[in-house]
Structure formats: C-alpha cells, structure tokens
C-alpha cells in the first residue's frame, strides 16, 4: 500500500517541476509542456483528495455497508481536464503561428528580434 | 416563465449567440447578432439590478437542485452593479467593432471573430452570476482563452507572442485559482459561496485554509493584474486588435475586482481576511506601488495604446486601495471606480481605435496637429483625459473624492496625499498628448484625414459623454456603488 502523504508530495513535487519549467524555460514548447504538468498535479489533488481507504466505485451495489469514494471531485477534474485540453490547444496553435512570424521559439530569441525592429522602425 | 429565469438566459444568451455565428460564416450578420445579444444582455441586467434593489437579492436553481448540490445563481446589488457595467461596456462597444474590425481582421476571421469575443462576454457574465466557486474557475477559463485568441488577432506579429505570454501568465492563475478551491473542497466539502462561507466561519483558522487563501489571492490578482503581477497585461493592451482591447480594459480586469471583492468579503470573510491573512497590510503597499510605477512608466511610452495600458495598472491599483482601506467609504470608491474606469478606458481606447482606423498608427508623432485633423476625436480623448486625471464634473474626481474621504477615515493621511499626487503623473502623461494634438502643426507632408465614420464616434461619445454626466449627477452610480459596499463589508452574500 501506499503510505499515507505520498500523493500528496508527488503533487507537490510536480506541481514546483511544472511550475518552476514555465519560470524558467525559455522554449515555447518547453513552457507549455511545464504548465501541462503543473495542471495534472492540481488533477492528482483532487482525485486523492477523494479517495476514501478501500472505497469502492459510486454505483450503488444494493450491499450495505459498502464504502464508497467521492465521484464529485473526479467529476471536477473531468471538467478541468477539458480546459487544460483547450489551454494546450491554444497554446500550441499560437506556438505555430509564433514559429512561422518569427523561425524560432527561443524566447530571447524573439524578444531580440522585436528589440531589433523597434530600434529600426524608430531610427 | 421568462421573467423568472432571467439569471440563466443572461449567460445562455450570448453562449448560443457564440456558435450562430460561425454557421452564419460572414461579417455582417455576426456583428448585427453580437450586437442585438449585448442589447438584450443589458436590458436583462438592467432588469436584475432593479428586482434586487427593490426585492432584495435572488437566488436561481440551476436545473431546479437544491444548492449546495446543485449549481445556483446567486444575484445581489454588488454583482448586478457589476453585470450593469460589463453588459453597457458591451453595448456600447459590439456596434462600435464593424468599421475598426473590417479595417484590422481580414475578412475570412470575421465571424470568428465576433464568436471570441461572445464567448468571453459569456464567461465574463458567468462569472459574475454564478454562486458556485468551482463554476467560476470554469467561466474564467472560457473568457481567458476566448480573450488569449483574440489578442492573437492584432496585425502585429507580436500580438502572438503577447497572446502566448498573456495565456502563460492567466493559465497558471487560473490553474492557481483550481488549487486554492480544491483546497477548500477538501476542508468543507462544498462549492457554493454561500455554503462555504457558513461552513468556514464555524471552522478555526488552519493551515490549509491559510494556503487555500493564498492561491486563490494569487490566481485572481494575476487576473486582475495587481502589481506586480501585471506584465502581461500592457503587451497584450498594446498588440491586441483596438476593439478587443477596449472591450477587456473596460470589464475583464473590473470582473477579477469582483472576484477579488467576493473572495476577500463573501467567501472569506472580512474577519478572516484582515485579521489572520492580513490582506489589507499586503495589498495597500502593492495598490500604491502600482499606482506610480504605472503612471511614472505611462509617462515614457510613445505609443499611446500602451500608454493608456499603463494607466490601467496605476487605476487597477486606486480600485485595490479601495478594497484595502477596510471601510464602507473606500470601499465605495474602489466600486465607484470599477464604473468609472471602465467608461473612461473604454472611451480612451475606444479613440484610439478611430485613430488607428484613419492613421493606420496610435505612436505619439502620429498625434501632430490631429486636434485640427479630427477635432471630435480629439475632443472625446481630452474629456476623457481629463476624467483619468479626476478633474472635477468627471467621473475620475467622484472616485477619487470617496477614496480620499475614505483613506482620511482609515486614519492614513500618506495615503491620501499619494492619491492626489499620483494625479499629478496622471496630468503629466495626458497633458504630453495633448500639447502634441492641439499645438503642434501637422507635418506638411501629412495626407489629409478624415473624421472617425459615425458608427464610431456616436458610441465613443457615449461613453465619454457617460464620464461627464456621472460626474455631475453622481447620486446613481455613487448610490449603487455604496449599497454594494455595504452589502460587501456586513458579510452577507
């Protein structure tokens, strides 16, 4: 069995991973693959949060005294689930469009053609 | 039948508007649809906010459950005010869009475009309405990512790299905000507002509680674009399409203020948020740190567009100082203000979307002479201007007056006195534009403009002329603005 905190400080672990590569990471990519993980860390809390020891599924079996797990937070992260779907979606569709306007996704690399162009649209 | 499910059609309305216009797949239907569903959206809000003035507020059962199992819609006067302010934000904006979005959008993204920018008012309305904590998070994100793709939509190729900054920055506030209600979920075993609070109240303060707090103060000041969590938000002002920009500088920004306001006051509770977190000693050196650092920073900028963004972090900052002051005055002034700033914003960006629809250019230069060359378009950004500075008989002098009156009650004179002298900043900036405007010639060379087509100055003199009459007869908005406050500050929902 798993001892007690465990997922919890996985999540907790995934969650400073996830969030430190969005930080830190200069390629697009890279970035979005850091807020993928730091979203799934979020679905890992609140699945374990509803996981009661020994539960069983929430269909109603006609046995007493059968122990169930919460389905609403799981239900939740269903939901949650298709959001972070459709923040990858845009991410990564805005990441095509960045590559074709730009060849590259390293962020410096943007950021000094921008400061190029600035510098020739002002001159 | 219809009158008593009003709640649930204010936020289904524009949700089935969305997807008409892609099978409608032109232009000109979606924005005639887009238009006529912010109409019908304002009449709706306009009907809530006098049944819950005169009745007190209304709770609808989603699908008839009983909260907290179902999903209620709780409405009273603070998010009706609310509700009000984004839906004429709307009103005024969606008939406005036709000219600036044919001139900017390629033809092709039309209806695509007008189907974001529903979607968003959709989730910025959900939002609002909902009195379900989880239901928030899922609204948030359906405004967010509508709001990211229409970003992406300005002709310049930066506007993607500030949509993708933009969508960094609100998808991990809103993933921060999913942490902090699970966090609570797991302490209670509830998602109403109404329900959590109860049941937060009876509880002694623990860490979990603390922790859940600080996330969902921190997913929402990203949204709401505190300093410093603000550098997404003067990019994404500046790139973004015209229209799109004053539509979410008028109302995405004053809808994460309610979030911020229903957190501090519902959910939490005043008692819990000021006396054990300690919000107000956090956020009132943030609000004056944002307050000067955007005005001083508006000061440089030579394109106007992110000028005006600066400015919005300095306003985003006197609307949190009200929120931190702790009294029903404050209070007040940071709710006056939502109104307030979103008319002028709104009107200001609203300008520069008929000035980029004439020069093709918002950069100072282009400015030489244009008091000359569009003299109504002119006079619209200096009435407007002069309300950002709070000039007395504007709008900005009537917020600025409460949260003045309301630091002196606080006992915080330094305060007060740093209000007013940010409005000196404020004078500094505005004044820069219009000395180059009005006393400037035009460079010889200049081809000659024309004045904005009427489709956009009537809505943009609307609003502006909005400023001008609610700071005359301030009575209705300052009343509205009050009420809610005390609704807010006596803890009940």
Request: charged letters at 10%; glycine letters at 10%.
């Amino acid at each position: 069995m798993i001892p007690g905190l465990f997922n919890y400080w996985m999540v907790v672990f995934l969650m400073m991973a996830g969030l430190y590569v969005v930080i830190v990471r200069g390629n697009l990519i890279k970035k979005i693959v850091g807020l993928n993980i730091f979203q799934v860390s979020v679905f890992m809390l609140y699945i374990t949060m509803g996981k009661v020891t020994g539960g069983t599924a929430p269909i109603a079996t006609g046995v007493e005294d059968t122990v169930y797990s919460n389905p609403l937070t799981s239900v939740l992260i269903l939901t949650a689930i298709v959001v972070g779907v459709a923040t990858t979606a845009v991410g990564l569709s805005l990441t095509v469009r960045i590559h074709e306007a730009y060849g590259t996704l390293e962020e410096d690399e943007i950021r000094e053609a921008d400061e190029i162009r600035e510098a020739e649209e002002n001159a | 039948m219809i009158g008593d499910n009003l709640p649930a059609l204010l936020v289904i309305l524009p949700l089935l508007a969305a997807p008409i216009c892609l099978l409608l797949r032109r232009g000109t239907p979606s924005w005639v649809l887009a238009t006529l569903t912010a109409w019908t959206a304002l009449a709706i809000s306009w009907t809530l906010l006098g049944e819950v003035q005169a009745n007190g507020p209304i709770e609808y059962q989603m699908g008839g459950f009983d909260p907290p199992w179902g999903i209620s819609y709780n409405i009273d006067v603070v998010n009706a005010y609310v509700m009000l302010i984004v839906t004429a934000v709307a009103s005024a904006v969606f008939p406005f869009a036709r000219e600036s979005v044919e001139d900017e959008i390629p033809a092709s993204k039309h209806h695509l475009f007008y189907a974001a920018l529903l979607l968003c008012f959709t989730g910025l309305l959900g939002m609002l309405i909902t009195g379900d904590a989880f239901n928030v998070f899922v609204f948030l994100e359906i405004a967010s990512l509508s709001t990211y793709s229409l970003v992406s939509m300005g002709r310049s190729k930066r506007a993607l790299t500030s949509a993708y900054q933009y969508l960094m920055m609100g998808a991990t506030g809103g993933t921060f905000y999913l942490i902090g209600v699970g966090l609570l979920y797991s302490l209670t075993g509830s998602l109403n507002i109404a329900d959590l609070a109860d049941k937060l109240g009876d509880m002694e303060t623990n860490r979990t509680m603390i922790a859940a707090f600080c996330f969902l103060a921190t997913g929402i000041g990203l949204k709401l674009a505190v300093f410093p969590l603000h550098s997404w938000l003067p990019n994404a002002y500046t790139f973004a399409p015209s229209v799109v920009t004053a539509f979410i500088a008028a109302t995405f920004t004053k809808v994460s203020f309610y979030l911020l306001a229903r957190l501090t006051f519902t959910l939490m509770g005043p008692d819990l948020s000021f006396e054990h977190f300690y919000l107000d000693k956090i956020l009132l050196p943030l609000a004056i740190a944002g307050i000067f650092v955007g005005s001083l920073v508006a000061i440089f900028q030579t394109n106007l567009k992110r000028m005006l963004a600066f400015s919005s972090v300095a306003q985003i900052g006197y609307m949190v100082l009200g929120l931190s002051l702790l009294n029903v005055t404050g209070l007040t002034g940071g709710l006056v203000h939502l109104f307030n700033h979103a008319l002028m914003k709104g009107g200001l960006f609203m300008v520069m979307a008929c000035v980029m629809l004439r020069l093709g250019s918002v950069h100072i230069d282009a400015f030489k002479g244009l008091g000359r060359r569009m003299p109504i378009t002119m006079a619209a950004f200096v009435v407007g201007g002069l309300s950002l500075i709070g000039v007395p008989l504007t709008v900005g002098f009537v917020s600025k007056w409460y949260l003045v009156l309301g630091a002196i009650e606080a006992g915080l004179w330094p305060v007060a006195v740093a209000a007013l002298l940010s409005s000196l900043l404020a004078v500094v900036y505005i004044w820069r534009v219009i000395e180059v405007a009005y006393f400037e010639e035009a460079p010889e060379d200049a081809e000659p403009v024309d004045e904005a087509p009427w489709s956009m100055l009537i809505p943009t003199w609307l609003m502006i002329g909005a400023t001008v009459y609610f700071g005359i007869f301030t009575d209705t908005t300052a009343g509205i603005a009050a009420e809610a406050a005390k609704a807010l500050m006596g803890g009940g929902a």
